[in-house]
């Protein structure tokens, strides 16, 4: 009994771990198989196509709804041209989303092309399309039907303007605009004030009118006496000053009364003794209000008021009438004083525009730093070139892409008898010199062996030693790879070197040699412009943004 329990217990035991075994088994695709992986399709409308046309480029993409994709962005079908990308549709099936992207795709110049495989991203793990062969076909052209010209050449034309009289026209407006200011402020006649009227009065006429002025006022009412005095007073002395001429504000009673009768009995002052001792009474009273706080009554201060406006008409009829040369001679005071004033506001309004301009300048200098001022001021070559129209065109072929601040004109370059026995064709063309402040130029060289590989060390080589011929020395020479917009790679040279110009001075330069090629040819940019040039560095970083080329002879 007790091997045969022994047995059973053993035989359950087995039972158990298979089934443990099997169920383990069972669970493995659960747990292995429960996410599925990500699966990326591509297709293609047609492999045939004629100049011009496109092609519909189809991506698809079944994942899970929480992976991230990332599609192909930009030139990346290269050497096929991307015209536009559409999200065209996006489903959802349970946990999984499937993403359809459409690429149209062109060429204008026909061969049979290769579309390189796509990366596609998810999840930061790539994924690759495969890749399709596709033909691009001529336009037939029954020549019977439609006749065939040749290449028209380049036309010269007219430089735009637009700008310039943009310009002046802004500079206009400014003009206008400061010199209204300086009219408004300095040069017209402004409308005179109360004071300014009373001011250009006659003396007898402005004394009178200020008398009668103080007679209104409230400071007898108010026991202002002495305010009232000094005002009677100041108006006496101010009159005698301007029209008998004599020092009447600085001076003393007693001086004053002194001056007075030394003019009657000169004969120049017809006053009786009556007036002269009416006047000396109240400038002793007003000395005892204004000194000593004294307080007269108001019929007294009123009944003063009114023998002062007696004594200014008595001396105002007792001067003698001025004579013709006198008059001629206020005239002509008058005239300068006219022209002392308007010379005065032409003064101020040049020294206020002179300080503008000077604040500004130093505004500008502070700010945008003085060679930018000078150069915005007095021109700059590579300046007028960054900030003037700028010209994208495609050059030779196979063709050369580029955006330059001028169209570059087509060289016909010579060639030694050995170099023309290997090339089939070259194509130049160029803007500016290399000895010059800056110059671009750019070159499509095709061979008679169509199958030779594109040697860009002696390309390189050649165009150095033309360097060193136009007189740059010290040459420093850098390499890297350089990649087109479009994905192209290629090989970019650059340093610098001193250039001895023929007058015996010398200047730091700088160079860009960017080379590519396939079978058969070779393209090849040239930039060079003067080291420290600013405006010429943002030149070239502009036109190395624009560069693309074509790798199909």
Request: aromatic letters at 10%; glycine letters at 4%; hydrophobic letters at 40%.
């Amino acid at each position: 009994m007790i091997k045969e329990s022994c047995h059973t217990t053993i035989h359950l035991n087995r039972v158990q771990k298979l089934l443990g075994t099997l169920l383990l088994f069972c669970l493995l695709p659960l747990l292995g198989f429960s996410q599925t992986e990500p699966k990326v399709t591509a297709e293609v409308d047609t492999l045939a196509i004629k100049i011009g046309e496109q092609i519909q480029y189809s991506i698809t993409v079944e994942a899970d709804s929480t992976d991230v994709v990332f599609f192909p962005e930009g030139q990346t079908f290269s050497p096929l041209e991307t015209v536009e990308a559409i999200m065209a549709d996006t489903l959802k099936q349970d946990s999984k989303v499937i993403l359809q992207k459409i690429y149209a795709l062109t060429q204008f110049d026909s061969g049979a092309y290769t579309i390189p495989p796509q990366r596609i991203a998810i999840n930061e793990q790539p994924f690759f399309t495969d890749s399709f062969q596709v033909k691009v076909a001529d336009v037939v052209v029954d020549t019977t039907k439609q006749k065939m010209y040749d290449i028209k050449p380049l036309m010269e034309v007219e430089k735009s303007n637009a700008e310039m009289w943009l310009t002046a026209l802004w500079i206009l407006l400014g003009l206008i605009v400061v010199g209204g200011l300086v009219y408004w402020f300095f040069l017209r006649k402004k409308p005179l004030t109360e004071e300014e009227k009373v001011a250009l009065l006659p003396p007898y006429d402005r004394a009178i009118l200020e008398l009668k002025k103080l007679e209104n006022s409230k400071y007898l009412i108010q026991d202002e006496f002495k305010q009232y005095y000094s005002e009677l007073t100041d108006i006496m002395r101010s009159y005698l000053e301007e029209e008998v001429h004599v020092t009447a504000m600085e001076s003393t009673t007693s001086e004053l009364i002194t001056k007075l009768e030394m003019l009657r009995d000169a004969g120049e002052l017809k006053l009786d003794d009556d007036t002269i001792f009416q006047f000396q009474k109240i400038l002793q009273t007003a000395d005892l209000v204004k000194f000593a706080k004294s307080k007269p009554a108001s019929s007294i201060a009123e009944q003063d008021r009114k023998l002062v406006e007696e004594i200014v008409t008595k001396t105002h009829e007792a001067l003698p009438e001025p004579t013709e040369e006198d008059l001629l001679l206020d005239e002509e005071y008058l005239e300068e004083l006219a022209k002392k004033k308007q010379r005065k506001r032409i003064y101020w309004a040049a020294a206020i525009f002179a300080g503008i301009l000077i604040l500004g300048s130093v505004f500008s200098v502070a700010y945008f730093g003085a060679k930018q001022v000078r150069d915005t001021v007095f021109g700059y070559p590579t300046k007028d070139l960054l900030e003037g129209e700028w010209v994208s065109s495609s050059y030779g072929f196979p063709p050369i892409e580029l955006e330059t601040p001028e169209v570059l004109l087509r060289q016909e370059p010579d060639m030694p008898k050995e170099t023309k026995e290997l090339i089939k064709e070259l194509q130049a063309f160029s803007y500016g010199n290399y000895a010059g402040i800056f110059s671009v130029s750019a070159s499509s060289i095709t061979f008679k062996n169509q199958e030779e590989d594109p040697n860009f060390e002696a390309v390189i080589g050649a165009t150095l030693t033309n360097f060193e011929q136009l007189g740059l020395k010290n040459i420093i020479t850098k390499q890297e790879e350089f990649v087109t917009q479009s994905g192209v790679k290629g090989v970019k040279t650059f340093g610098t070197g001193t250039l001895e110009t023929p007058d015996g001075d010398s200047k730091r330069a700088k160079y860009n040699i960017l080379s590519f090629g396939g079978k058969g040819f070779i393209q090849q940019v040239v930039i060079t412009w003067e080291e420290d040039d600013a405006y010429a560095e943002q030149i070239v970083d502009r036109i190395l943004t624009s560069l693309d080329v074509k790798l199909q002879a």
